[in-house]
């Protein structure tokens, strides 16, 4: 296997239509590094340019400390595996695996051997005398995968791989390709736009918003840090909240809005006279006030889900109120029209300037 590095790559269309903005990434031997974001940020783009597929416009591809920018993908050595199966639907399962593996002249012994041992690691054992029109959607996306590991490639490349997949076959593959790298300890990119997907998959995740990389960073820390307000409205499911407010010093230090008015303990970096601010939180992290409220709320709509519900709230102030969601436990006897009052648990806040929307300073005490 081998390291992957990305410098200062750009990828222009036509007339400035920049896919890919000044990208710098190192993903490390074994790693399994997730690229996510929206349709048209560049993520395909950018796996397409380490396949060789794309060539950069500016920047350099490095497989370990070989400058690859100028290799053919047939010299670079990497398996790429695509959304659609791209089996070969008159082959068996076990002639679709073997088939790279001879057009490379590989002994016969060998190809038997890397076979009999990745059907088995893909649970294909049974499965190897079938043709891709007698599997389901799963197995022939098994196929898929196998016939990239059977080459023993220096990194797999793949792209939203899973996207055909129901949901519930979604979930298994994940699972098996999350075992199936522990095993391998293989060099792994991996493109989706579901940011479960790559919370589930990725030992690092990199979060690119307009050809730009927002962040790279591990799965929780995303989560916990995001560094951008960007990152953390598209990573988490319901989308975090967000308020503009002013960041003002009274002797205490507060956020303050037509919604409420919430004294902080704050990094007095933060504190260049009055300034406005971005607020986030997550609807997991609003709680029900037990004394004085932040902030009052009415419910709008309640969406059940099981074991615990959405609310979408209106908070309550001098206009006609700020919309925001919050989960609570489906336990919980609420009615529409409701009136709340809410306690945002000042570790759980998150600050973002309002121009270029980065982080400011540490989480609020």
Known sequence: MASIRLEKIEKVFGKN?????????????????????PSGCGKSTTLRIIAGLETPTRGKVFLGEQDVTAFSPQERDLAMVFQSYALYPHKAVRQ???????????????????????????GLETLLERKPGQLSGGQRQ??????????????????????????KLRVQTRAELSRMHRQLSATMVYVTHDQEEAMTLGDQIAVMNQGVL?????????????????VAGFIGSPTMNFFRCTL???????????????????????????????????????????????????????????????????????DNGTSA???????????????????????????FDTGPGRRLGAAPR
Do not use: W
């Not at 890919?20 to 993903?27: G, N």
């Not at 679709?96 to 893909?122: D, H, Q």
């Open 96 to 122: 679709n695996l073997e088939f790279g593996l001879r057009m490379r002249g590989v002994a016969p012994a060998v190809i038997s051997e890397r076979v009999e041992r990745i059907a088995k690691v893909l």
């Open 142 to 167: 098994r196929v898929a995968l196998g016939r990239a590991i059977v080459r023993e490639p220096k990194a797999f490349l793949l792209d939203e791989p899973l996207s055909n997949l129901d949901a």
């Open 214 to 230: 927002e962040q790279v960073a591990p799965p929780l820390e995303i989560y916990r840090r995001p560094a951008t307000a960007f």
């Open 17 to 37: 239509q920049a896919a890919v903005r000044s990208l710098d990434l190192e993903i490390a031997d074994g790693a399994f590094v997730v690229l996510v974001g």
């Open 325 to 351: 969601m919050m989960i609570v436990p489906a336990e919980m006897t609420v009615q529409i029209n409701d009136q709340l009052g809410l306690h945002f648990p000042r570790e759980r806040l998150h600050l």
């Open 248 to 318: 003002r010093q009274d002797g205490t230090p507060r956020l303050r809005s037509s919604c409420f008015d919430i004294a902080l303990n704050v990094d007095a970096s933060l504190l260049t006279g009055e300034r406005e601010v971005l607020l986030g939180i997550r609807p997991q992290d609003i709680r029900l006030a037990e004394g004085e409220a932040d902030s009052q709320a009415r419910v709008d709509v309640i969406q059940p889900l099981g074991n615990e519900m959405v609310q979408h709230i209106k908070l309550l102030g001098q």
